[in-house]
T-cell receptor, first 113, second 111 residues
Framework: NAGVTQTPKFRVLKTGQSMTLLCAQDMNHEYMYWYRQDPGMGLRLIHY???????AKGEVPDGYNVSRLKKQNFLLGLESAAPSQTSVYFC????????????FGPGTRLTVT | GEDVEQSLFLSVREGDSSVINCTYT??????LYWYKQEPGAGLQLLTY?????DMKQDQRLTVLLNKKDKHLSLRIADTQTGDSAIYFCAENPGGYQKVTFGIGTKLQVIP
């Protein structure tokens, strides 16, 4: 099992450009999450999904959109990138079981200039 | 409100025990987790404890939970240089509900 994979691993964008980050999991998990990690701020939840075709806002959703067209994939889109979106982005997934432990991908390091 | 607090930094000598502490505020938290993040990598789940437990041991790792004080600790016995990483404490009311992460404690192991 590959677990949770993310593409790309690194990306540099200019302000105003758009991009999509892809997350894939092969554990048949119901729930998927997008976080951003910034120095001194820990992990902050951007959006999450509790099943195929569903999405919900997290703590810091502004400037991002998501889609979950297939159970195994969760896409994070930036329509018009801003320097404040420079961060490391992590995708995670968890099963529908009560314990809710999340499994993380390796991350995407995004720089917006 | 929900908040998870950890100290930022801990330095120990190789072979000593490390104790990383965490406090949380959400009394409804059912599960508490410890994650490890090595440089340039994602978070790796180390262990978790259910709120009706006081202690959980897994090889060199011991998790202690004091529900009254809302205090969680992770003890690493015989700390090795490979244990150098950032350790995150996290809490969860259960299921898919929002998991709250601490800011992370950077563990430095001195050879």
């Amino acid at each position: 099992n590959a677990g949770v994979t993310q593409t790309p691993k690194f990306r540099v964008l200019k302000t105003g450009q758009s991009m999509t980050l892809l997350c894939a999991q092969d554990m048949n998990h119901e729930y998927m999450y997008w976080y951003r990690q910034d120095p001194g701020m820990g992990l902050r939840l951007i959006h999450y999904s509790v099943g195929e075709g569903t999405t919900a806002k997290g703590e810091v959703p502004d400037g991002y959109n998501v889609s979950r067209l297939k159970k195994q994939n969760f896409l994070l889109g930036l329509e018009s990138a801003a320097p404040s979106q420079t961060s490391v982005y992590f995708c995670a997934s968890s099963s529908s079981g009560r314990s809710g432990e999340q499994y993380f991908g390796p991350g995407t390091r995004l720089t917006v200039t | 409100g929900e908040d998870v607090e950890q100290s930022l930094f801990l330095s120990v000598r190789e072979g000593d025990s490390s104790v990383i502490n965490c406090t949380y505020t959400d009394s409804s938290s059912t599960y508490l987790y410890w994650y490890k993040q090595e440089p340039g990598a994602g978070l790796q789940l180390l262990t978790y404890i259910f709120s009706n437990m006081d202690m959980k041991q897994d090889q060199r790792l011991t998790v202690l939970l004091n529900k009254k004080d809302k205090h969680l600790s992770l003890r690493i016995a015989d700390t090795q240089t490979g244990d150098s990483a950032i350790y995150f404490c996290a809490e969860n009311p259960g299921g898919y509900q929002k998991v709250t992460f601490g800011i992370g404690t950077k563990l430095q192991v001195i050879p």
